[in-house]
């Protein structure tokens, strides 16, 4: 057995989103109210537990929008997805036990695959959110893995090096903040 795989599979995760959500239902609440719709707070975080640490990654709802709900959504289990084990319509966490399954030193770090292998997924796919203004000069870029253009499920990674030939490929969602070292 490979280090990387060593490591991947000792760094199981539980993904839960650090968002005041009284804070956001009173906020859209309001916003209805007024006659407007509701929208996404300015500043949100995901807090990944592994084995290894915490990894805080703040994220982009403004850049990313419909990203960062899916994101959110899939964590909390407050969507539907088709588990890839069962076939099964299910309502639950998806990011809860997954692994990052992919660990390529000087690169990246992949996860979001319920099935631990970087092939499964959520059971559908959405278009990519890419803003011109983001891009992998720095490492602990938080992004969707895809394979291709507009092919975003509920597969993630973060970068831990610059990956500059990632730009305009790849949704960028998030940064990490505190825990790059895990």
Known sequence: MNAAFEYAIINRMKLKIVAMLLIITVAAGIAIAMGGKPKMPDTLYAVLETSKGEIVCQLYPKSAPMTVK???????????WTDPNSGDKV??????????????????????????????????????EIDETLDFSSPGMLAMANSGPNTNGSQFFITVAPTPWLKGKHTIFGRVVKGQEV
């Open 70 to 80: 899916n994101f959110m959504l899939l964590a909390n289990g407050e969507t539907e």
């Open 91 to 128: 309502k639950k966490p998806l990011y809860n036990g997954t692994i990052f399954h992919r660990v390529i030193p000087d690169f990246m770090i992949q996860g979001g695959d319920p099935l631990g292998r970087g092939i499964g997924g959520p059971g559908y796919k959405f278009k990519d």
